[in-house]
Nanobody, 119 residues
Framework: QVQLVESGGGLVQPGGSLRLSCAAS????????MGWYRQPPGKERELVAT???????NYADSVKGRFTISRDNAKNTVYLQMNSLKPEDTAVYYC?????????????WGQGTQVTVSS
């Protein structure tokens, strides 16, 4: 089992910044992908960004150039730096930990943290 603890959400004005963190603990796998997904009000969950244990990154087009994902493998922690935030970034943000010990890969999820962008 893997436990994920998220932090860093909150209320921010348009154009502002926030940094999300997610720490993984438990049965840590050397090969994994960590990432962030979000669920806007009334919509389905969508990919924001992912980063592999080898530090390869992937971003949704809507956040490219504004968000940066990074990770500290020694701390089993992933970060999401969000700049130039827009009202449409308002959502519950979920940390994801994907392991490849089975087919299909297995996903662990955090409890979610609310990000609200509003003036």
């Amino acid at each position: 089992q893997v436990q994920l603890v998220e932090s860093g959400g909150g209320l921010v004005q348009p154009g502002g910044s926030l940094r999300l963190s997610c720490a993984a603990s438990g049965s840590i796998f050397r090969i994994n992908t960590m990432g962030w997904y979000r669920q806007p009000p009334g919509k389905e969950r969508e990919l924001v960004a992912t980063i592999t244990s080898g530090l390869s990154t992937n971003y949704a087009d809507s956040v490219k150039g504004r968000f940066t994902i990074s990770r500290d493998n020694a701390k089993n922690t992933v970060y999401l730096q969000m700049n130039s935030l827009k009202p449409e970034d308002t959502a519950v943000y979920y940390c994801n930990y994907k392991v490849y010990t089975r087919v299909p890969p297995y996903d662990y999820w955090g409890q979610g943290t609310q990000v609200t962008v509003s003036s």
